[in-house]
Protein backbone atom coordinates (compact mmCIF):
# COMPACT_ATOMS: atom_id res chain seq x y z
CA UNK A 1 0.00 0.00 0.00
CA UNK A 2 1.62 3.20 -0.78
CA UNK A 3 1.79 6.34 1.85
CA UNK A 4 -0.93 8.21 0.02
CA UNK A 5 -3.48 5.71 0.01
CA UNK A 6 -2.22 4.27 3.55
CA UNK A 7 -2.98 8.68 4.76
CA UNK A 8 -6.33 8.34 3.14
CA UNK A 9 -7.29 4.94 4.69
CA UNK A 10 -6.46 6.76 8.14
CA UNK A 11 -8.18 9.71 7.52
CA UNK A 12 -11.43 7.99 7.23
CA UNK A 13 -11.27 6.10 9.99
CA UNK A 14 -10.65 8.72 12.10
CA UNK A 15 -13.74 10.66 10.50
CA UNK A 16 -15.52 7.57 11.29
CA UNK A 17 -14.27 7.48 15.28
CA UNK A 18 -15.00 10.96 15.70
CA UNK A 19 -17.56 11.75 13.63
CA UNK A 20 -19.42 15.43 13.98
CA UNK A 21 -17.14 15.98 16.96
CA UNK A 22 -13.83 16.77 15.22
CA UNK A 23 -12.48 17.67 12.06
CA UNK A 24 -9.96 15.26 10.53
CA UNK A 25 -7.51 17.11 8.17
CA UNK A 26 -4.23 15.97 6.11
CA UNK A 27 -2.04 17.84 4.69
CA UNK A 28 1.98 17.10 2.88
CA UNK A 29 4.72 19.10 4.73
CA UNK A 30 7.64 19.71 2.99
CA UNK A 31 10.36 19.96 5.47
CA UNK A 32 14.30 20.89 5.47
CA UNK A 33 16.26 19.09 1.98
CA UNK A 34 13.09 17.83 0.49
CA UNK A 35 11.91 15.62 2.98
CA UNK A 36 7.84 14.93 2.22
CA UNK A 37 5.56 13.84 5.17
CA UNK A 38 2.54 13.28 5.50
CA UNK A 39 0.67 15.18 8.53
CA UNK A 40 -3.19 14.09 9.69
CA UNK A 41 -4.62 16.09 12.52
CA UNK A 42 -7.99 15.85 14.44
CA UNK A 43 -9.21 19.53 15.14
CA UNK A 44 -11.73 19.36 17.68
CA UNK A 45 -14.87 21.51 17.93
CA UNK A 46 -14.51 24.80 19.02
CA UNK A 47 -10.47 25.19 18.76
CA UNK A 48 -8.41 26.16 16.13
CA UNK A 49 -4.93 24.12 16.73
CA UNK A 50 -4.37 20.41 16.86
CA UNK A 51 -1.18 18.63 17.07
CA UNK A 52 0.10 17.19 13.71
CA UNK A 53 0.88 13.66 13.68
CA UNK A 54 3.29 12.57 10.70
CA UNK A 55 2.27 8.94 9.30
CA UNK A 56 5.70 8.21 7.36
CA UNK A 57 6.88 6.46 10.41
CA UNK A 58 3.32 4.56 10.66
CA UNK A 59 3.25 3.55 7.01
CA UNK A 60 6.47 1.94 7.04
CA UNK A 61 5.29 0.03 10.26
CA UNK A 62 2.43 -1.22 7.75
CA UNK A 63 4.83 -2.10 5.68
CA UNK A 64 6.68 -4.28 7.91
CA UNK A 65 3.87 -6.20 9.36
CA UNK A 66 2.08 -4.00 11.95
CA UNK A 67 -1.67 -4.37 11.44
CA UNK A 68 -3.92 -1.22 10.39
CA UNK A 69 -5.85 -1.62 13.55
CA UNK A 70 -2.88 -1.56 15.86
CA UNK A 71 -1.53 1.71 14.17
CA UNK A 72 -4.47 3.55 14.31
CA UNK A 73 -5.25 2.68 17.70
CA UNK A 74 -2.13 4.40 18.03
CA UNK A 75 -2.67 7.46 16.04
CA UNK A 76 -5.69 7.72 18.76
CA UNK A 77 -3.80 7.94 21.90
CA UNK A 78 -1.34 10.12 20.79
CA UNK A 79 -3.80 12.45 19.24
CA UNK A 80 -5.55 12.61 22.68
CA UNK A 81 -2.83 12.92 24.81
CA UNK A 82 -1.49 16.16 22.77
CA UNK A 83 -4.44 18.05 22.40
CA UNK A 84 -4.61 21.51 23.69
CA UNK A 85 -7.19 22.54 25.91
CA UNK A 86 -7.82 25.97 24.57
CA UNK A 87 -7.41 27.80 21.41
CA UNK A 88 -4.29 29.76 20.46
CA UNK A 89 -4.17 33.44 20.21
CA UNK A 90 -3.12 33.66 16.35
CA UNK A 91 -4.21 37.27 15.85
CA UNK A 92 -0.80 38.65 15.78
CA UNK A 93 -0.19 36.90 12.70
CA UNK A 94 -2.65 39.20 11.18
CA UNK A 95 -0.52 42.30 12.17
CA UNK A 96 2.81 42.77 10.22
CA UNK A 97 4.03 45.42 12.70
CA UNK A 98 3.74 42.35 15.88
CA UNK A 99 5.39 39.70 13.35
CA UNK A 100 8.41 41.44 12.46
CA UNK A 101 9.35 41.74 15.89
CA UNK A 102 9.55 37.87 16.05
CA UNK A 103 11.29 37.21 12.41
CA UNK A 104 14.26 34.95 12.84
CA UNK A 105 16.30 33.38 9.98
CA UNK A 106 17.23 29.81 9.02
CA UNK A 107 19.80 28.69 7.01
CA UNK A 108 18.77 25.40 4.70
CA UNK A 109 20.52 24.17 1.26
CA UNK A 110 19.70 25.83 -1.61
CA UNK A 111 19.03 23.54 -4.15
CA UNK A 112 18.21 20.34 -1.77
CA UNK A 113 14.82 22.58 -1.20
CA UNK A 114 13.75 23.82 -4.09
CA UNK A 115 10.02 22.84 -4.08
CA UNK A 116 10.16 24.39 -1.01
CA UNK A 117 11.36 27.44 -1.96
CA UNK A 118 8.94 27.91 -4.67
CA UNK A 119 6.37 29.44 -1.67
CA UNK A 120 8.74 30.89 0.05
CA UNK A 121 10.80 33.60 0.42
CA UNK A 122 14.35 33.13 0.33
CA UNK A 123 17.86 35.12 0.09
CA UNK A 124 20.85 33.38 -1.51
CA UNK A 125 24.08 32.85 0.61
CA UNK A 126 26.45 31.09 -1.67
CA UNK A 127 24.84 27.59 -2.15
CA UNK A 128 22.56 28.05 0.43
CA UNK A 129 19.44 29.87 1.31
CA UNK A 130 18.13 32.42 4.07
CA UNK A 131 14.59 32.08 4.92
CA UNK A 132 12.56 33.09 7.60
CA UNK A 133 10.56 32.20 10.75
CA UNK A 134 8.25 33.93 13.04
CA UNK A 135 8.41 32.52 16.49
CA UNK A 136 5.72 31.57 18.68
CA UNK A 137 5.45 31.54 22.35
CA UNK A 138 2.26 29.22 24.08
CA UNK A 139 1.85 27.81 27.86
CA UNK A 140 0.89 24.42 26.48
CA UNK A 141 3.04 23.68 23.36
CA UNK A 142 6.22 25.97 24.71
CA UNK A 143 8.10 27.93 21.69
CA UNK A 144 7.10 27.18 18.17
CA UNK A 145 7.95 28.43 14.53
CA UNK A 146 5.65 29.25 11.28
CA UNK A 147 7.59 29.61 8.18
CA UNK A 148 7.40 32.56 5.91
CA UNK A 149 5.51 31.92 2.82
CA UNK A 150 4.89 34.34 -0.10
CA UNK A 151 1.04 34.34 0.61
CA UNK A 152 1.99 35.71 4.07
CA UNK A 153 3.93 38.63 2.59
CA UNK A 154 1.49 39.52 0.31
CA UNK A 155 -1.61 39.37 2.80
CA UNK A 156 0.68 41.79 4.62
CA UNK A 157 1.15 43.64 1.74
CA UNK A 158 4.89 44.38 2.27
CA UNK A 159 7.69 43.44 -0.11
CA UNK A 160 10.22 40.65 0.46
CA UNK A 161 12.97 42.91 0.28
CA UNK A 162 11.33 44.67 4.17
CA UNK A 163 10.77 40.97 5.33
CA UNK A 164 13.96 40.82 5.62
CA UNK A 165 15.05 43.65 6.36
CA UNK A 166 13.35 43.41 9.65
CA UNK A 167 14.44 39.70 10.48
CA UNK A 168 18.11 40.77 9.72
CA UNK A 169 17.23 43.21 12.77
CA UNK A 170 14.97 40.66 15.10
CA UNK A 171 16.83 37.71 14.77
CA UNK A 172 19.91 38.34 16.37
CA UNK A 173 18.39 39.70 19.20
CA UNK A 174 15.85 36.94 19.39
CA UNK A 175 18.57 34.03 18.90
CA UNK A 176 21.94 35.72 19.62
CA UNK A 177 24.89 34.04 18.34
CA UNK A 178 27.11 32.08 20.72
CA UNK A 179 30.92 31.50 20.05
CA UNK A 180 32.84 28.79 22.01
CA UNK A 181 35.98 26.55 21.51
CA UNK A 182 34.97 22.82 19.94
CA UNK A 183 36.01 21.41 23.79
CA UNK A 184 33.64 24.20 25.31
CA UNK A 185 30.94 22.60 23.49
CA UNK A 186 31.44 19.12 24.25
CA UNK A 187 32.35 19.90 27.73
CA UNK A 188 28.63 21.23 27.77
CA UNK A 189 27.64 18.52 26.37
CA UNK A 190 28.57 15.51 28.18
CA UNK A 191 28.40 17.57 31.46
CA UNK A 192 24.39 17.57 31.01
CA UNK A 193 25.39 13.32 30.09
CA UNK A 194 26.60 13.11 33.20
CA UNK A 195 24.40 14.41 34.79
CA UNK A 196 21.16 12.75 33.33
CA UNK A 197 23.29 9.24 33.80
CA UNK A 198 24.12 10.36 37.37
CA UNK A 199 20.14 10.74 38.56
CA UNK A 200 19.14 7.49 36.70
CA UNK A 201 21.90 5.51 37.85
CA UNK A 202 22.33 6.64 41.63
CA UNK A 203 19.42 8.32 42.07
CA UNK A 204 19.40 10.90 45.85
CA UNK A 205 22.98 10.22 45.60
CA UNK A 206 24.06 11.67 42.37
CA UNK A 207 24.12 15.29 43.56
CA UNK A 208 27.09 13.64 45.79
CA UNK A 209 28.93 12.31 43.13
CA UNK A 210 28.22 14.79 39.81
CA UNK A 211 31.01 17.41 41.46
CA UNK A 212 33.75 14.90 41.00
CA UNK A 213 32.81 13.23 38.11
CA UNK A 214 32.18 16.53 36.12
CA UNK A 215 35.89 17.39 37.63
CA UNK A 216 37.08 14.35 36.24
CA UNK A 217 35.85 15.11 32.96
CA UNK A 218 36.92 19.01 32.44
CA UNK A 219 40.79 17.06 33.80
CA UNK A 220 40.47 14.60 31.15
CA UNK A 221 39.15 17.58 28.27
CA UNK A 222 41.90 19.88 29.49
CA UNK A 223 44.45 17.29 27.76
CA UNK A 224 42.69 17.41 24.17
CA UNK A 225 43.38 20.11 21.80
CA UNK A 226 40.81 20.86 19.78
CA UNK A 227 41.55 23.81 17.20
CA UNK A 228 38.13 24.14 15.88
CA UNK A 229 35.54 26.71 17.06
CA UNK A 230 32.17 26.67 17.24
CA UNK A 231 28.94 29.34 16.26
CA UNK A 232 25.32 28.45 17.24
CA UNK A 233 22.63 30.24 19.25
CA UNK A 234 21.86 29.78 22.66
CA UNK A 235 19.03 27.22 22.03
CA UNK A 236 21.72 25.62 19.75
CA UNK A 237 18.72 25.02 17.31
CA UNK A 238 18.83 26.21 14.01
CA UNK A 239 21.91 28.21 14.60
CA UNK A 240 23.90 27.54 11.46
CA UNK A 241 21.45 30.83 10.59
CA UNK A 242 24.33 32.72 13.07
CA UNK A 243 26.91 33.37 9.64
CA UNK A 244 24.57 35.54 8.07
CA UNK A 245 24.14 38.41 11.08
CA UNK A 246 25.54 41.31 10.13
CA UNK A 247 29.27 41.70 11.17
CA UNK A 248 29.92 37.84 12.20
CA UNK A 249 32.17 36.97 10.18
CA UNK A 250 34.66 39.77 10.45
CA UNK A 251 33.95 39.26 14.30
CA UNK A 252 35.45 35.43 13.78
CA UNK A 253 38.39 36.56 11.91
CA UNK A 254 39.28 39.42 14.44
CA UNK A 255 38.85 36.57 16.66
CA UNK A 256 41.55 34.28 15.06
CA UNK A 257 43.55 37.26 13.52
CA UNK A 258 43.55 34.99 10.25
CA UNK A 259 41.50 33.53 7.78
CA UNK A 260 39.69 30.53 8.66
CA UNK A 261 37.57 27.76 6.83
CA UNK A 262 33.87 27.62 7.62
CA UNK A 263 32.47 23.50 8.12
CA UNK A 264 28.89 23.14 7.73
CA UNK A 265 28.22 20.75 10.76
CA UNK A 266 24.60 21.29 10.40
CA UNK A 267 21.80 23.41 10.37
CA UNK A 268 22.43 23.74 13.95
CA UNK A 269 25.65 24.72 14.26
CA UNK A 270 28.39 26.50 12.25
CA UNK A 271 32.04 24.85 13.34
CA UNK A 272 35.22 27.04 11.82
CA UNK A 273 38.82 26.10 12.03
CA UNK A 274 42.08 28.78 11.47
CA UNK A 275 43.65 27.99 7.91
CA UNK A 276 46.92 27.77 9.45
CA UNK A 277 45.60 24.53 11.45
CA UNK A 278 44.27 22.69 8.01
CA UNK A 279 46.60 21.73 5.26
CA UNK A 280 44.08 19.93 2.75
CA UNK A 281 40.68 21.77 1.88
CA UNK A 282 40.37 18.56 -0.50
CA UNK A 283 40.87 16.42 2.69
CA UNK A 284 38.60 18.32 4.88
CA UNK A 285 35.48 18.54 2.19
CA UNK A 286 36.14 14.43 2.31
CA UNK A 287 36.04 14.17 6.15
CA UNK A 288 32.96 16.54 6.21
CA UNK A 289 30.95 14.16 3.30
CA UNK A 290 31.83 10.91 5.62
CA UNK A 291 30.11 12.52 8.69
CA UNK A 292 27.10 14.22 7.03
CA UNK A 293 26.43 10.22 6.00
CA UNK A 294 27.35 8.50 8.84
CA UNK A 295 26.35 11.12 11.43
CA UNK A 296 23.89 13.94 10.75
CA UNK A 297 20.29 13.30 10.14
CA UNK A 298 19.00 13.97 6.38
CA UNK A 299 16.66 17.07 7.88
CA UNK A 300 19.66 18.54 9.92
CA UNK A 301 22.24 18.00 6.26
CA UNK A 302 23.04 21.82 5.82
CA UNK A 303 26.71 21.00 3.32
CA UNK A 304 29.35 18.18 2.06
CA UNK A 305 31.94 21.32 1.57
CA UNK A 306 34.42 24.08 2.83
CA UNK A 307 33.88 27.53 2.66
CA UNK A 308 36.36 29.89 2.94
CA UNK A 309 36.72 33.18 4.68
CA UNK A 310 39.86 35.75 3.71
CA UNK A 311 39.73 38.40 6.30
CA UNK A 312 41.78 41.18 4.82
CA UNK A 313 39.73 41.26 1.61
CA UNK A 314 36.30 40.51 3.61
CA UNK A 315 35.83 37.71 1.71
CA UNK A 316 34.06 34.44 1.44
CA UNK A 317 34.50 31.96 -1.05
CA UNK A 318 33.26 28.44 -1.91
CA UNK A 319 35.31 25.61 -1.58
CA UNK A 320 33.71 22.49 -3.41
CA UNK A 321 34.98 19.19 -3.71
CA UNK A 322 36.74 19.11 -6.99
CA UNK A 323 35.48 16.33 -9.48
Not at 71 to 90: G, P, W, Y
Request: proline content about 3%; some cysteine.
Amino acid sequence: MEILEFTNKMEKALKEYYGENAEVRIHKVYKNNGLLLYGICVLENGKNIAPTIYLNQFHKAYEEGESFGVLFRRVIEITEANQLSKSLDVDFFLNYEKVKKRLVLRLIHLAENEELLKSVPYQEFMDLAIVCYCVIENDEIGSGAILIHKHHVKAWEIEEEVLFQDAFVSSPRIEPCQIMKMGEMVKDILSETIVQEAHSLYGDEAENMIPGMLEHMANEMEQVEVPMYVLTNKKRYYGAACIVYPNVLEEIGDLLQEDYYIIPSSVHEILFLPASKCINSEALNTIIEDVNRSQVEDEDWLSDHTYLYQREQKKLLSMPTTP
